[in-house]
């Protein structure tokens, strides 16, 4: 720290001390009236006492002035008031120009104007002269012919028609063209002559009103094989497993490439083909197999997706399909195969849950359609699989093959009356 007094350095002459008395007032002290000290920073300023009280530094690092008063070290603002504003210097020259900018590119041409409106049309041409005369025309057409003579007289009257409602009337005819009875057809007619449906009662006419009934004869020689149906279009093929007979119609297990394998039939009077039913439905396929005629219904074994391959039924009269049994219960199949038709009872073989699973896997089954009671008839193998098959009704009794430990496969034979099963 350096200290130095600056007494004398700054205000102006010493004003001359007062006289006693004089009612002059005190001058204001000015700094030649103070011993100033100057320091590098305030960390360098000396201890406020009794020694500094009074004293004025001026504080080199913070170009400010600081005194000593009755309570510490104060900054002393010494900067007097902010003179008047300069006067605005002088404008500077002005800039040299700058170089012009280079021509823009010429705008496009106008578009053509419209065509001017056509002239008025000049006027006609004088006639020309007569010309030389022209050969003669052809001849006209015939005239219309004359009207028809007067009707003859009316012939003498037919025979009287029936002589009661009920007398039976019967009218032959050719087959359609359409069945295609390329070895003859007849279509025969019959009915009472009593009116029905608009016609006249007892004129000896069978009418269309009148016709009961109508049977169809048709014979069509084939000389060489012809597709019925081609239910897959395409060449993938749509299959016909599990051919069955009923009446004039044929049931089988087909697809179509739509709804999966499923049944379906074809009736031979008309050449049509129908789903009968989408067990399965989806895509996915019922698979239909062992298709078998008992009455007006058809038993077979089928899979809908959820409780695997079971014994199903489909009644005719109806259109109405129904899951008949679920031998093994939930996902897995009971199967139904080789169905067999004894009295009111199917036959057939399956495999059920149990323990141990070998006494009823593959076994003789019985579907009572009486009682709507599904049971195993037979348990060939005790602890294999008897698998029996080919199964064969003659009177009360069910011939098959089947096998066991002891014997192998060998000719089986259970008696329904008895409920027995032996082997020869």
């Known amino acids: 720290m350096i200290t130095t007094t600056l ?19 005190e001058p204001t002290p000015t700094l030649d009236d103070w011993d100033v000290y100057y320091v590098t920073t305030s960390d360098d300023l000396p201890n406020c006492d009794g020694d500094t009280l009074g004293r004025l530094y001026y504080v080199i690092a913070d170009a400010a002035f600081q005194a000593c008063t009755d309570t510490d070290w104060i900054t ?22 700058g170089t012009n900018g280079t021509n823009g590119t010429n705008g496009t041409n106008g578009t053509n104007g419209t ?9 006609d041409g004088a006639d020309g002269a007569q010309g030389e005369q022209g050969p003669p025309g052809a001849n006209g057409t015939d005239g219309q012919d ?17 002589a009661s409602p009920n007398t039976m009337l019967t009218r032959v005819s050719a087959s359609p063209v359409s069945l295609g009875c390329i070895s003859g057809g007849r279509v025969i007619e019959q009915g009472l002559d009593n009116g029905d449906g608009g016609g ?18 048709c014979s069509r020689l084939l ?20 051919i069955t007979v009923m009446g004039t119609r044929l049931y089988f297990s087909a697809n179509d490439g739509i709804s999966g394998q499923e049944l379906w039939a074809y009736e031979t009077t008309n050449d049509s083909t129908w789903l009968v039913s989408d067990t399965y439905s989806g895509s996915g396929g019922g698979f239909p197999e062992y298709i078998t005629v008992m009455g007006t219904r058809l038993y077979f074994s089928a ?17 109405s399909t129904w899951q008949v049994a679920d031998i093994q219960s939930g996902s897995g199949s009971g199967y139904a195969d080789y169905i067999t038709v004894m009295g009111t009872r199917l036959y057939f073989v399956a495999t059920c849950t149990s323990t141990p699973f070998n006494q009823c896997s593959h076994e003789l089954w019985a579907h009572d359609t009486t009682t709507g009671v599904t049971q195993q008839m037979a348990n060939i193998c005790y602890d ?14 069910l011939y098959f093959e089947a096998g066991d430990y002891s014997s192998g496969r060998e000719l089986w034979v259970y008696g329904i009356i008895e409920h027995t099963t032996t082997y020869n």
Do not use: K
């Open 7 to 25: 007494a004398g350095c700054f205000g102006g002459d010493e004003e001359p001390a007062p006289d006693e008395g004089d009612d002059t007032p």
């Open 76 to 97: 002393v603002d010494l900067t007097g008031p902010m003179g008047p504003a300069g006067a605005d210097g002088v404008n500077g020259t002005n800039g040299t120009n």
């Open 115 to 123: 065509g001017g409106a056509d002239g008025v049309d000049g006027a």
């Open 146 to 162: 004359g009207q028809d003579g007067a009707n003859g007289m009316d012939g003498q009257n037919g025979a009287d028609g029936s």
């Open 200 to 217: 006249t009662a007892q004129n000896g006419i069978l009418e269309i009103g009148e016709v009961d009934y109508t049977t169809t004869y």
């Open 223 to 242: 000389d060489e094989a012809e597709l019925v149906n081609d239910l897959f279009i395409g060449t993938a093929g749509g299959g016909a497993a599990s």
């Open 303 to 319: 899979n809908d997706g959820i409780s695997g391959y079971e014994l199903w039924a489909h009644e005719t009269t109806n259109s």
């Open 384 to 397: 294999c699989n008897g698998f029996p098959q080919h199964l064969t009704p003659m009177g009360n009794r």
